[in-house]
């Protein structure tokens, strides 16, 4: 069964970036059965979908984070990657890394890691 | 705004049904893409619940259905137990390949 597990600073200052690394266990990231996500989670809100990477390291993102968001994968290290760059306050929140099961309409989560808080703060 | 509008809360009693809607538009559901259903239960990551727009995952109890039509879909947990007590969110995708989640409902059972 397919692990993932973030990791990464808690608090970050507002204007700088924002690093998560999720690590993929229990299978290889490159097998190409999943495509690999990033999802977050205000407190007390929502979940939103930020974007999605390929093993071809193609990748698609949420319109309204595009600018700032970049996700990349490191197969040697059978890991992923989010950088949120000029973080605000509005960015605090719990992030998730997932697993993306895709299908011929779409594509499902299957597995999640147990999130990561990142406070955005000075 | 979530792109795809959900109930912010139902509640029945234990042994009742309830159903959660999810609507959305022809540039998600209405397109064509599949619904999918996730359970958070309080201080977790979510949980996949449904995929597909009604295939449980194993390890799912058959009290869950899920279908859809049109441009909306609903859950449906019928015998109501008071573990079911969780946030549930809908997701589909569209035409730009994004994830489109919707603002989540929260079930209480009474």
């Known amino acids: 069964q397919v692990q993932l597990q973030e990791s990464g600073p808690g608090l970050v200052k507002p204007s700088q970036t924002l690093s998560l690394t999720c690590t993929v266990s229990?299978?290889?990231?490159?097998?190409?059965?999943?495509?690999w996500s990033w999802i977050r989670q205000p407190a007390g809100k929502g979940l939103e979908w930020i974007g999605r990477i390929y093993t071809s390291g193609s990748t698609n993102y949420n319109p309204s984070l595009k600018s700032r968001v970049t996700i990349s994968v490191d197969t040697s290290k059978n890991q992923f990657s989010l950088k949120l760059s000029s973080v605000t306050a509005a960015d605090t929140a719990v992030y998730y890394c997932?697993?993306?099961?895709?299908?011929?309409?779409?594509?499902?989560?299957?597995?999640w890691g147990q999130g990561a808080l990142v406070t955005v703060s000075s | 705004q979530s792109v795809l509008t959900q109930p912010p809360s139902v509640s029945g009693a234990p042994g009742q049904r309830v159903t959660i809607s999810c609507t959305g538009s022809s540039s998600n559901i209405g397109a064509g893409y599949d619904v999918h259903w996730y359970q958070q239960l309080p201080g977790t990551a979510p949980k996949l619940l449904m995929y597909g727009n009604n295939n449980r995952p194993s390890g799912v109890p058959d009290r869950f259905s899920g279908s859809k039509s049109g441009t909306s879909a609903s859950l449906a947990i019928s015998g109501l137990q008071a573990e079911d007590e969780a946030d549930y969110y809908c997701q589909s995708s569209d035409s730009s390949l994004s994830g489109v989640f919707g603002g989540g409902t929260k079930l209480t059972v009474l």
């Open positions: 229990g299978g290889s990231i490159s097998s190409g059965s999943y495509y």
């Open positions: 997932a697993s993306v099961t895709p299908t011929i309409w779409g594509g499902y989560y299957e597995y």
